[in-house]
């Protein structure tokens, strides 16, 4: 098996030594991750390919590179759209991967949102006990989304992405962007709002 080699180092060892991102250093990293799920979920046509979901997400599938460019790994395990999640699928894991329903790019969109308000404020935002079964896991997702205190958070932190991660967060994956390229372009809208934006570059060295 031969994978390409990433000169960088992974989100959860970037945010277990620094802490939590800078705002526009999160809006870069989800640019990019929605901008390779976009692939994944869309094959460019004509050169084949099946539409997958990732369904794993987690801050360890996120590799940093010195170039500043964020590399999404751990395709080795993703799933055809429509078919059933895999085992694992716990780590920010959307309503429907938890309950076993069939993957849409709601799913991942779910995730990669919970992902990105770990990376903006430290905190998981569905926190639950280790060893949590799927079902508690879920009423902790319920929990955390009523009353609008999580949005807030974030957009205290940077102001005008809580919404957009708030329709990423939502329940039912009808609610959710119905595609990976309308949640970039979200995205891309509060990134231009703030101006110019430095690369985040990890080393791993230091």
Do not use: W, Y
Not at 20 to 49: F, K, N, T, W, Y
Not at 90 to 102: D, H, I, K, R, T
């Amino acid at each position: 098996l031969i994978t390409e080699l990433v000169e960088g180092v992974g989100l959860d060892a970037v945010l277990g030594r620094s802490g939590p991102l800078e705002a526009r250093h999160v809006l870069d990293v989800g640019i990019q991750c929605l901008s390779a799920l976009g692939i994944a979920h869309e094959p460019i046509p004509g050169r084949g390919g099946v539409p997958l979901a990732h369904g794993e997400l987690r801050p360890s599938a996120l590799m940093l590179g010195l170039d500043g460019v964020v590399k999404l790994r751990g395709f080795g395990l993703s799933h055809a759209l429509a078919s059933r999640p895999g085992p694992n699928a716990l780590s920010f894991a959307s309503p429907e991967a938890l309950a076993v329903q069939p993957l849409s790019v709601g799913t991942d969109l779910f995730s990669l949102g919970a992902l990105l308000f770990f990376a903006l404020t430290g905190d998981e935002p569905f926190p639950v006990s280790p060893g949590a079964s799927p079902g508690e896991r879920l009423a902790a997702i319920v929990k955390g989304l009523r009353g609008g205190g999580l949005l807030r958070e974030v957009d205290e932190l940077a102001p005008g992405m809580g919404s957009i991660l708030g329709r990423m967060l939502c329940l039912d994956p009808a609610a959710r962007f119905a595609r990976t390229s309308d949640a970039e372009a979200a995205f891309r809208e509060v990134r231009n709002d703030l101006g110019a934006l430095d690369v985040l570059i990890c080393d791993p060295l230091k």
